[in-house]
């Protein structure tokens, strides 16, 4: 038992992760850009066929050979990054949805 607590001791001090405000985002989405568009906010830039709605972000229509992203305008300036995506498939087809 003490050697996994001081497995544990070792390990969670090299886990400690910093937020990175700057480019991190959450619904809702309420910020419109001068073209009236909705956007994620001034750190991000959606592109293709993504778009920005009031609690998500869609980047792909549920229609075939469509390409969206989001993009950081800006680098993270870390040498490493660990992010968290959730992440929701749907669509009206009854097998592929699109692609």
Not at 39 to 54: C, E, I, N
């Amino acid at each position: 038992m003490s050697r996994l607590a001081r497995l544990v001791l070792v390990v969670v001090p090299a886990a400690v992760a910093h937020v990175l405000d700057a480019l991190s985002f959450s619904a809702p989405f309420e910020d419109v850009s001068a073209g009236g568009d909705r956007v994620v906010g001034r750190s991000w830039r959606a592109s293709g066929s993504a778009a920005v709605h009031a609690n998500f972000v869609r980047l792909t229509p549920d229609r075939q050979s469509k390409r969206g992203a989001l993009w950081a305008t800006a680098a993270a300036g870390v040498d490493e990054v660990s992010a968290t995506l959730k992440f929701r498939i749907s669509g009206q087809g009854k097998k592929y949805y699109g692609d």
